[in-house]
């Protein structure tokens, strides 16, 4: 083996190592971190043992589990911070959250789901953690459907073959999300009720750059009694519309802005 074949491996290994905490829902054994990145014990034992003086991952000394570390989190801040939607949306989203209560989240596609730029939480809708970096469905969430918009029906069905069920609601067949996503088209926002969670829905909004593309979608979301879909579905829905076309025109988008129906419709 080469050498720059022996660091692209101890590369990839490392990476592996910093990913199996990303869906894990506690601090994690050295046997834990091997078993998900498929790693021998000893080679993750030492891998975590670098990046732990590296600052990537830090060790609590009363239990000898492990969690990602502060040069991560000064990493993943400076990524999102320079993203160009994330730059014109923040400001936005954040006074969203605090006009309506609710969460207002920004989030972009990674291949096959949507990964959370930002988001914020309104006084209806608290959370104990941040959605940021965390990837979600797309065919299950409201946001993910606005991303969707800018792929054609045989792209999707390539892109995500299998529509998983999450709850009795979640639309597990390509005929009826095409139909969805005609009418997201429609009337510019997408709405989704315990799609992908009992319990909560979101209404939100395509975010588009310069050249028209779907590049991001921002969306307002919380508890079913909070978020009221049956009496402000229209109101909540004029509202990210707006919000959404600003984030855009300020992204450089010179289109035709989405007209939502009237209260009186």
Known sequence: MSADQGLNQSVERATSVLATFLDAGADLRVSDVAQRAGLGQSTASRLLATLEQLEYVERDPATALY??????????????????????ARQRA????????????????????????????????????????????????????????????????????????????????????????????????AVEREELALGR??????????????????????????IDLAHREVEHGRRIVEVADAISIGLGYVGPRHQTASTTE
């Open 67 to 88: 969690r990602l570390g502060p040069a991560v989190v000064g990493l993943a801040g400076a990524a999102v911070n320079r993203h160009p939607v994330h730059r014109e």
């Open 94 to 189: 954040q006074e969203l959250a605090a006009a309506t209560g609710l969460g207002a989240n920004v989030a972009v596609r990674r291949g096959a789901s949507l990964s959370y730029l930002c988001n914020f939480e309104g006084h209806l809708a608290p959370r104990s953690f941040t959605l940021m970096g965390q990837r979600k469905p797309l065919h299950a969430t409201g946001l993910g459907k606005c991303l969707l918009l800018g792929l054609g029906p045989a792209q999707r069905r390539e892109l995500i073959p299998e529509l998983s069920r999450f709850t009795a609601q979640t639309l597990t067949a390509h005929d009826a999300l095409d139909a969805e996503l005609t009418a997201v088209a429609e009337r510019g926002y």
């Open 201 to 226: 829905a979101c209404v939100a909004a395509p975010i588009r750059d310069h050249a028209g593309d779907v590049v991001a979608g921002i969306s307002i979301s919380g508890p079913l009694s909070a």
